[in-house]
Every structure is written in structure tokens, then in C-alpha cells.
């Protein structure tokens, strides 16, 4: 809640870089749903492409400004509460999974802090530092994100993924929540009567416990929403899903129950997020976009940095695969009989499948984003891995059993904790993201110019326009454009062409432009001729750091 501050002079601080990082692409999308359509029909990044991102959460940011809630506290209340139930829903998965209540605290924290040999460089910091105990309590850089040397690149989740991607804190949760449903109507421990209950239901027998048809068309709506929630949950339930239904298959008819009763909730669920999911791809995921996604890539970051790909792997999870294994050894030589054995495979396999497929596959341009699905191969390997420590702690001899669990539970977790110490001090991270001046421009903006205005501004990351007035840029920053796929290079050519010889009424008619910005990134990015700009417009504000220019509607009265 203390993430976002505003000065009394109106300026903005960020205490992440995360959020100063992530969250402007997040404020462009709500503010031009809060200040130009709900509905967005184009992309608010590029002019004229279609809007591909899973838009929930920022609609909500969006509606809570359109009822008075003020603009930042629109964006960080929501994502407060999402992260309330992140952690509950994690929780609650893996107390489902594992039945009991120490190892979905233990796994829970495995997922939460994971990491890799980062804390070596830690304590090697303490050592060499001069103030050791400053130090100590106050970590001087980030020890799950270490490029240099080691190609540590499994950033904390709580860093890299709860923090800045709202879409995930959003998303992942009810995802969660969706296997858990799931995992009730596949893997329940009765036997009996799915088709006959749902035979009773349909004729309203009300001695029959809707226990199961409930929870199945409940978790079909949510993975059938998982598009416009988030898009990496609804690809990695796309894996999970079929892994698990045929497992469960396998499973049923291994306790010998008829066919019907094994395929009735596989149906139900799939026709029911089928008939929700397939319409909202179509709708708003199905765009063209022009850099390649899925590339085959075998490797991943030990192929992209030229490093050895088991000291890779050792670098960013130290011993955490081999810790689950051990977890999913014990746990099936604990199966009571082959269906539950067989049921254990089933629940754990799409994880590792992730696994393998991150290191196959580049599944955005940008090659950190595989770790967008390593988190969830990291879900199901966490959990085996909780599973593991609690069970040596637990061992038949006690001390040795509470040494080897303490010491396995510290290097799976010991930099994700350093890091997420380093997190809440709020004071390690504050960095200005809009200055006063850029709080007045807003302002104007706002009530000088129509929400359906076009401009043409610089792209550094969080310029006021886009990310603060919902009004159309031609185009924003290109990191973002590029990393979601946009085909941005003719817009990138004409900006550039605008920018450096602004007498083109050819161009202005072409964007229906409407403004102009000229800042330090116009100039000396895109080498903006601000002399012929102040020839031949109307200046429409000028400030410490801004000019605006307003285009004439006239364009005959353009210097030729």
C-alpha cells in the first residue's frame, strides 16, 4: 500500500523499480479505459493495432476511476487484495494437493522465496563490507537477479512476478482456484455415482449432494475467463488440463467406474470453458502480430549466454528439482494402490513438462519471459519439494532428519528471502516516475483537450500522456511493442520522419494527429526539429520540460 506516494508538490515516487518498470504499461491501459472506452477496440500502445492483453485487471483500475476513486489508488487497492489472495490460493492448492496443513505452509514458502545461489554472494558482501551489519539488514542489490558471472535470471516471484504483473496477481489466483475445483471433481476419493448424481440433479433429487456438478461448471468459467485474466495461466492450464483428464480417466477406470461416470465431468468442464474461452480468444487474444512467438530455442538462457546448461539450472535453483524428485519418490512409495500412484503422476507430470518445454521453447520475444511459465512449472516442483523437507523433518531420527530438512529448506529459499526482506524496505527503492511538472501537463491535458485526441510524444517508458491521460499516442514505449509482438515499424518510420521534418501534411492527415510533445527524449532520440515545429504551430502549452504543439485543422496554412 506504500508502493506509490505522492509529494505534496504533486510529484510521483515508486518504492520498486518493478512497478516503475511494469506498471506504466498498466497505467497507458487503464487510463484509456477510465478516460476514452472501457471496451478498447484498438491497442492504447499503438495506433491502429488491435488491444491482445488480458485486460481485467486494469478494467477494473479503469471502472474504479470512472466512479471518483483517484487514479493510483484505483490501481494499488485491487492489487492489494489480489495479492491477499494470492498468497490464500496458493495456500489453499497446495493444502488440497498434499492434505496437510505443514506442507502447504512449507511449499507455499519454497514458491515464494525460491531461488538460487544468490545468498553466496550475500554473505560474501557481509564479509567484504566495511559496515557488515548495515550490510546484513540492509541488502545493498538483489541476490535472485545476478546477470553478471552467474545468469541468475529466476528472479524472486515475489519481485518479478506479484509485484509488477497485475495480470498475475489477478489471474494466477483464480487459476488456482480453478484446479483446485478441479482437482475435487477428478481426483475425489469416492468412488462413486458422477453420472448417476448428475442424472438425480437434473430431476431435481435434492438427497443428492451436488458436490461434484457444482464445482465442475464453476472451474469450466473460470479457465473458460483465464484469456482476458491472464494469458500465461490460461497456456499453462492448457497443458495442465489434459494431462490431468487423462490421468483421471485412467484413474477412474482403474477403480473400475464406468465410462460414463469417467467421462462425464471431463465433458462438462471442457464444454463449458470451451463455449466461454473460445469466443474471447477470437475476440480479443486472436490479433496478428508479427514477431514470432513459440520459437524453438533448446537451451533457453545456458544457449542465449554460453554457459554450461546444468550450471545454469545449479546457478538459479540450486537443488530444487532434485529435492521434488525426492518428494515425488517418497510420495508415490507411500500410494496406498496403482490409482493413486497413478493419480500423483497425473497431478505432478504437467509440471515438469513446463519445465522441459522452457527449455525448448521461447514462448515471447523477449527470452525472460519463459519465466512467466517457469513459475508455474515452479508451482507444482515447489510442492514436491515442500513435500520432501517436511517429510525429513519428520524422519524416524529426529535430529539428523531436522538438520537435513533445515539445511535443504535454507538453500532453496535463502536468496528469495534476502530478497524479499529487501523488498519492503520501502526506502532501498524509491525512484521519481513523474515530476510535478509532469502532473500539471496531465491536468491539462485534461481538461484542454479531448479524450479521443491524437498525439505524437517521445516513448520513454512512463511519459505523462499515454500512461496518465488515456489519450492516443501513435506509439509508445517500444520495449512494450516489441515484447507483445506489434508490427510497429511503419509507425516507428513515420514518427520518425514526423519528428525530424514535421512539414508533412500527408502524414498529420494520414494519423488524424492532433498534438505534438517535444521533450529531451524527442530531441535527442528521435532528433525532433523543435526550430520548424515553433514556424509552423500553434504552441498549446509550454513548460519547464514540455512543449505541446496543436496541429492546425487547416493544413493548407502548413508552410510548403
Not at 521 to 537: G, K, P, T
Not at 553 to 558: F, G, K, S, Y
Amino acid at each position: 500500500m506504500n508502493a506509490i506516494k505522492i509529494a505534496p508538490d504533486t510529484s510521483v515516487t515508486v518504492y520498486h523499480m518493478s512497478i516503475w518498470g511494469d506498471w506504466a504499461a498498466h497505467f497507458t491501459m487503464g487510463s484509456a479505459m477510465a478516460y476514452r472506452d472501457l471496451f478498447l477496440s484498438s491497442s492504447p500502445f499503438l495506433i491502429g493495432a488491435p488491444f491482445s492483453y488480458p485486460f481485467v485487471a486494469n478494467m477494473i483500475s479503469a471502472t474504479l476511476i470512472r466512479l471518483g476513486v483517484p487514479f493510483f489508488s484505483a490501481f494499488i487497492v485491487p492489487s492489494f487484495i489480489a495479492c491477499i489472495l494470492f498468497v490464500v490460493a496458493l495456500f489453499a492448492f497446495y493444502k488440497t494437493l498434499f492434505k496437510k496443513e505443514s506442507i502447504a505452509i512449507i511449499a507455499s514458502l519454497i514458491f515464494l522465496w525460491n531461488g538460487g545461489i544468490g545468498f553466496v554472494e550475500y554473505f560474501s558482501d557481509i564479509i567484504g563490507s566495511e559496515t557488515p551489519f548495515e550490510t546484513m539488514i540492509t541488502p545493498p542489490r538483489e541476490y535472485t537477479h545476478l546477470s553478471k558471472g552467474y545468469v541468475i535470471e529466476w528472479i524472486s516471484v515475489i519481485y518479478s512476478m506479484v509485484i509488477p504483473q497485475r495480470a498475475f496477481t489477478h489471474g494466477f489466483p483464480i487459476a488456482l482456484l480453478s484446479l483446485i475445483l478441479v482437482h475435487r471433481v477428478y481426483f475425489s476419493d469416492r468412488k462413486a455415482g458422477w453420472f448417476t448424481r448428475l442424472k438425480k440433479w437434473i430431476t431435481r433429487d435434492k438427497s443428492i449432494p451436488k458436490h461434484l456438478l457444482t464445482p465442475a461448471i464453476v472451474a469450466g468459467v473460470l479457465i473458460g475467463l483465464m484469456p482476458i485474466l491472464h494469458s500465461h495461466s490460461f497456456l499453462a492450464l492448457g497443458i495442465v488440463m489434459p494431462i490431468w483428464t487423462i490421468g483421471s480417466i485412467i484413474q477412474k477406470k482403474q477403480l473400475g467406474m464406468s465410462w460414463k461416470e469417467t467421462l462425464t465431468p471431463a465433458v462438462i468442464i471442457g464444454t463449458v470453458s470451451g463455449l466461454i474461452a473460445l469466443p474471447i480468444y477470437l475476440t480479443f487474444l486472436n490479433q496478428n502480430v508479427s514477431h514470432n512467438f513459440f520459437q524453438w530455442f533448446p537451451g533457453w538462457y545456458s544457449k542465449a549466454e554460453d554457459i554450461s546448461f546444468i550450471q545454469f539450472w545449479l546457478n538459479n535453483w540450486t537443488i530444487t528439482p532434485l529435492v521434488a524428485l525426492l518428494g515425488l519418490i517418497i510420495k508415490l512409495r507411500d500410494a496406498k494402490n496403482s490409482a493413486e500412484r497413478t493419480g500423483t503422476i497425473t497431478i505432478f507430470l504437467p509440471f515438469f513438462v513446463m519445465l522441459l518445454l522452457v527449455n525448448l521453447i521461447l514462448f515471447q520475444p523477449f527470452i525472460w519471459d519463459n519465466t512467466k511459465i517457469l513459475t508455474w512449472a515452479s508451482l507444482g516442483i515447489s510442492g514436491l519439494a515442500g513435500y520432501a523437507v517436511v517429510y525429513l523433518w519428520n524422519y524416524k531420527n529426529k535430529y539428523v532428519g531436522m538438520l537435513v530438512a533445515s539445511c535443504i529448506f535454507f538453500v532453496l529459499t535463502a536468496a528469495g528471502a534476502i530478497d524479499a526482506w529487501r523488498v519492503i524496505r520501502f526506502e532501498l527503492h524509491g525512484v521519481g516516475m513523474y515530476s510535478a511538472n509532469d502532473m500539471m501537463l496531465v491536468d491539462w491535458a485534461k481538461n484542454n483537450t479531448s479524450p479521443d485526441s491524437v498525439w505524437l510524444t517521445g516513448d520513454h517508458h512512463n511519459h505523462w500522456l499515454y500512461t496518465l491521460t488515456g489519450r492516443q499516442s501513435l506509439l509508445t514505449f517500444r520495449g512494450w511493442l516489441w515484447t507483445h509482438g506489434y508490427d510497429y515499424e511503419e509507425v516507428e518510420r513515420d514518427a520518425g520522419s514526423l519528428y525530424k521534418n514535421p512539414n508533412q501534411p500527408d502524414l498529420w492527415e494520414k494519423y488524424s494527429l492532433d498534438y505534438i510533445t517535444v521533450s529531451n527524449n524527442s530531441r535527442h532520440v528521435w532528433l525532433a526539429d523543435e526550430a520548424m515545429m515553433r514556424e509552423i504551430f500553434e504552441i498549446a502549452i509550454e513548460s519547464t520540460d514540455y512543449v505541446v504543439f496543436k496541429i492546425p485543422q487547416n493544413q493548407e496554412n502548413l508552410t510548403q
